[in-house]
Protein backbone atom coordinates (compact mmCIF):
# COMPACT_ATOMS: atom_id res chain seq x y z
CA UNK A 1 0.00 0.00 0.00
CA UNK A 2 1.21 3.26 -1.06
CA UNK A 3 1.23 6.17 1.74
CA UNK A 4 0.15 9.61 1.42
CA UNK A 5 2.96 11.46 1.00
CA UNK A 6 4.00 9.35 -2.16
CA UNK A 7 0.65 9.72 -3.82
CA UNK A 8 0.57 13.47 -3.25
CA UNK A 9 4.44 13.37 -4.94
CA UNK A 10 3.00 11.72 -8.04
CA UNK A 11 0.16 14.25 -8.14
CA UNK A 12 2.22 16.76 -8.04
CA UNK A 13 4.87 15.49 -10.76
CA UNK A 14 1.87 14.33 -12.58
CA UNK A 15 0.62 17.93 -12.66
CA UNK A 16 3.93 19.48 -13.51
CA UNK A 17 4.39 17.15 -16.11
CA UNK A 18 0.72 18.63 -17.75
CA UNK A 19 1.84 22.51 -17.08
CA UNK A 20 5.41 22.38 -18.32
CA UNK A 21 4.21 21.97 -22.11
CA UNK A 22 2.07 25.01 -21.64
CA UNK A 23 4.65 27.01 -20.19
CA UNK A 24 6.40 26.08 -23.18
CA UNK A 25 3.92 27.32 -25.47
CA UNK A 26 3.97 30.74 -23.92
CA UNK A 27 8.14 30.90 -24.02
CA UNK A 28 7.70 30.07 -27.72
CA UNK A 29 4.94 32.52 -28.12
CA UNK A 30 7.10 34.84 -26.33
CA UNK A 31 10.10 34.49 -28.37
CA UNK A 32 8.19 34.83 -31.57
CA UNK A 33 6.83 38.05 -30.95
CA UNK A 34 10.17 39.30 -29.89
CA UNK A 35 11.47 37.67 -33.53
CA UNK A 36 8.94 39.83 -35.04
CA UNK A 37 9.64 43.26 -33.21
CA UNK A 38 13.30 42.94 -33.28
CA UNK A 39 12.42 42.15 -37.19
CA UNK A 40 11.02 45.39 -37.36
CA UNK A 41 13.57 47.60 -35.32
CA UNK A 42 15.80 46.52 -37.61
CA UNK A 43 13.63 47.03 -40.87
CA UNK A 44 12.96 50.71 -39.65
CA UNK A 45 16.34 51.62 -38.88
CA UNK A 46 17.44 50.41 -42.37
CA UNK A 47 14.69 51.09 -44.47
CA UNK A 48 13.76 55.17 -44.04
CA UNK A 49 11.00 55.27 -45.75
CA UNK A 50 9.67 52.68 -42.62
CA UNK A 51 10.90 55.58 -40.82
CA UNK A 52 8.46 56.70 -37.76
CA UNK A 53 5.14 55.14 -39.27
CA UNK A 54 6.55 51.44 -38.58
CA UNK A 55 7.16 52.55 -34.88
CA UNK A 56 3.10 52.05 -34.55
CA UNK A 57 3.01 48.28 -35.33
CA UNK A 58 5.27 47.47 -32.56
CA UNK A 59 4.73 45.99 -29.37
CA UNK A 60 6.66 47.98 -27.64
CA UNK A 61 4.65 51.49 -28.62
CA UNK A 62 6.62 53.31 -25.78
CA UNK A 63 9.29 53.50 -27.78
CA UNK A 64 7.44 56.07 -29.77
CA UNK A 65 8.33 58.42 -26.99
CA UNK A 66 12.57 58.72 -28.37
CA UNK A 67 11.34 59.34 -31.55
CA UNK A 68 11.23 63.11 -30.63
CA UNK A 69 15.06 62.16 -30.24
CA UNK A 70 15.64 60.62 -33.24
CA UNK A 71 14.46 57.88 -35.16
CA UNK A 72 16.87 55.40 -34.76
CA UNK A 73 17.39 55.71 -30.62
CA UNK A 74 13.41 54.58 -30.60
CA UNK A 75 14.21 51.43 -32.75
CA UNK A 76 17.26 50.98 -30.67
CA UNK A 77 14.79 50.76 -27.50
CA UNK A 78 12.96 48.90 -29.63
CA UNK A 79 15.84 46.15 -30.67
CA UNK A 80 16.84 46.08 -26.54
CA UNK A 81 13.52 45.75 -25.43
CA UNK A 82 12.72 42.68 -28.32
CA UNK A 83 16.40 41.33 -27.26
CA UNK A 84 15.43 40.56 -24.05
CA UNK A 85 12.07 39.60 -25.06
CA UNK A 86 13.74 36.87 -27.24
CA UNK A 87 15.97 35.40 -24.26
CA UNK A 88 13.46 35.41 -21.90
CA UNK A 89 11.55 33.47 -24.30
CA UNK A 90 13.91 31.34 -25.48
CA UNK A 91 15.06 30.51 -21.54
CA UNK A 92 11.69 29.47 -20.96
CA UNK A 93 10.41 27.40 -24.07
CA UNK A 94 13.69 25.61 -23.36
CA UNK A 95 13.59 24.83 -20.04
CA UNK A 96 9.96 25.44 -18.62
CA UNK A 97 9.81 25.63 -14.67
CA UNK A 98 7.70 27.95 -13.03
CA UNK A 99 10.48 30.28 -11.72
CA UNK A 100 11.59 31.04 -14.78
CA UNK A 101 7.70 31.40 -15.77
CA UNK A 102 7.22 33.99 -13.00
CA UNK A 103 10.13 35.79 -14.44
CA UNK A 104 9.31 35.93 -17.69
CA UNK A 105 5.74 37.41 -17.05
CA UNK A 106 6.81 39.69 -14.36
CA UNK A 107 9.64 41.14 -17.39
CA UNK A 108 6.82 40.96 -19.86
CA UNK A 109 4.97 42.85 -17.41
CA UNK A 110 7.10 45.80 -16.78
CA UNK A 111 8.01 46.07 -20.70
CA UNK A 112 4.13 46.03 -21.28
CA UNK A 113 3.21 48.36 -18.83
CA UNK A 114 4.44 51.69 -20.44
CA UNK A 115 2.66 50.96 -23.54
CA UNK A 116 -0.63 50.58 -21.74
CA UNK A 117 -0.52 53.18 -19.49
CA UNK A 118 0.48 55.24 -23.05
CA UNK A 119 -2.66 53.93 -24.68
CA UNK A 120 -4.86 54.27 -21.60
CA UNK A 121 -4.07 58.20 -21.66
CA UNK A 122 -4.56 58.38 -25.06
CA UNK A 123 -7.57 56.58 -25.06
CA UNK A 124 -9.18 59.04 -21.90
CA UNK A 125 -7.44 62.75 -23.11
CA UNK A 126 -8.60 61.63 -27.08
CA UNK A 127 -6.61 64.28 -28.19
CA UNK A 128 -7.14 65.96 -32.04
CA UNK A 129 -4.50 64.41 -34.60
CA UNK A 130 -2.89 68.56 -34.13
CA UNK A 131 -1.99 68.37 -30.65
CA UNK A 132 -0.92 64.96 -29.78
CA UNK A 133 -2.39 61.38 -30.32
CA UNK A 134 -6.22 60.85 -30.83
CA UNK A 135 -8.35 57.49 -30.23
CA UNK A 136 -8.21 57.03 -34.01
CA UNK A 137 -4.67 56.71 -34.26
CA UNK A 138 -4.50 54.16 -31.75
CA UNK A 139 -6.67 51.36 -32.99
CA UNK A 140 -3.77 49.22 -34.99
CA UNK A 141 -1.39 49.78 -31.34
CA UNK A 142 -4.05 48.82 -29.53
CA UNK A 143 -4.93 45.40 -31.67
CA UNK A 144 -1.40 44.67 -31.40
CA UNK A 145 -0.67 45.21 -27.69
CA UNK A 146 -3.65 42.76 -27.33
CA UNK A 147 -2.17 39.81 -29.53
CA UNK A 148 1.72 40.67 -28.05
CA UNK A 149 1.65 41.42 -24.52
CA UNK A 150 -1.78 40.96 -22.79
CA UNK A 151 -2.52 37.52 -24.49
CA UNK A 152 0.74 35.74 -23.55
CA UNK A 153 0.08 37.54 -19.69
CA UNK A 154 -2.90 36.84 -19.57
CA UNK A 155 -2.17 32.84 -20.38
CA UNK A 156 0.95 33.08 -18.53
CA UNK A 157 -0.66 34.13 -15.14
CA UNK A 158 -3.49 31.71 -15.87
CA UNK A 159 -0.77 28.86 -16.00
CA UNK A 160 0.70 30.31 -13.39
CA UNK A 161 -2.24 30.18 -11.21
CA UNK A 162 -3.19 26.95 -12.01
CA UNK A 163 0.57 25.48 -10.82
CA UNK A 164 0.17 26.83 -7.44
CA UNK A 165 -2.42 24.50 -5.96
CA UNK A 166 -1.51 21.00 -7.59
CA UNK A 167 -4.64 18.59 -7.45
CA UNK A 168 -4.55 16.25 -4.34
CA UNK A 169 -4.89 12.41 -4.61
CA UNK A 170 -8.07 11.31 -3.86
Do not use: K
Amino acid sequence: MLDRATLESDAVERWEAQLRPRRRRIGQYLACVAVYQCLLAVAGATFHPLGEPALYLTPRFWTLFFADMSVSVSYGAALLSGLLSLALGWRLATDATATRLWIALLVEGVLALPTFLLLGIVFLANLSPAHGMSRAEIVIPSGIFAIASAAPLLAGGWIAWLGRRPPTPA
